[in-house]
């Protein structure tokens, strides 16, 4: 996904849990990265997909991966998103209807336009209902995107080319003192 080369997905090196799930389509099946595969919860709802990173990110974006036209009442159509520190301060941050969605859908952890940064090393995603009244989900995929942080952007080392209009800021670092 072009649009996202500068996020990186976070949730890779993640413990991720989940509330229930069916024999044979657990989380493996939800980070494999095949999309004919799924995460089939096996409860009453709310279901919850829990998701501790290895350490505090700038969380960007949400991406889920879901088939409504092969999923019908398994596929989620309210998501409740919560984001924190640990288990004892998760505050929800998004909650959102879904309307037969198929495809990767985009949910951006800055929806409401607000410019605050969500630093987090804890997400937790809640279904809290599904088309048709069903009762167990359907989830084919996830990734959780994070801010790209290179050694030159934590340095806060400026990034030169040789544009003619970079010139002068070229200029203000070529003599060392």
């Known amino acids: 996904m072009k ?6 997905d976070v949730g890779r090196t993640a413990n991720w849990t989940v509330s229930s799930a069916k024999p044979g389509f657990g989380i493996e099946q939800l980070l494999d990265e095949n999309l004919s595969t799924f995460w089939q919860s096996d409860a009453q709802q709310p279901h919850h997909i ?8 700038e969380l960007e974006n949400l991406l889920l991966y879901t088939d409504f036209k092969e999923d019908e009442s398994y596929t989620p159509s309210q998501l409740s998103i919560k984001v924190g520190n640990s288990y004892h301060d998760l505050e929800e941050m998004i909650n959102t209807e879904l309307d037969k969605p198929s495809g990767w859908i985009n949910i951006p952890f800055n929806m ?10 804890m997400l937790q995603i809640s279904i809290l209902s599904n088309h048709q009244n069903g009762r167990d989900t359907h989830i084919r995929h996830i990734k959780v995107l994070g801010k790209k942080v290179t050694l030159e952007t934590k340095l806060k080392i400026p990034n030169f080319t040789l544009h003619h209009n970079k010139q002068p800021e070229l200029n203000f670092y070529n003599s060392i003192r």
Not at 50 to 57: F, G, M, S
């Open 50 to 57: 829990t998701i501790q990173l290895n350490r505090r990110y």
């Open 3 to 8: 649009e996202f080369q500068d996020k990186i």
């Open 112 to 121: 409401n336009d607000q410019q605050k940064v969500i630093k987090a090393t």
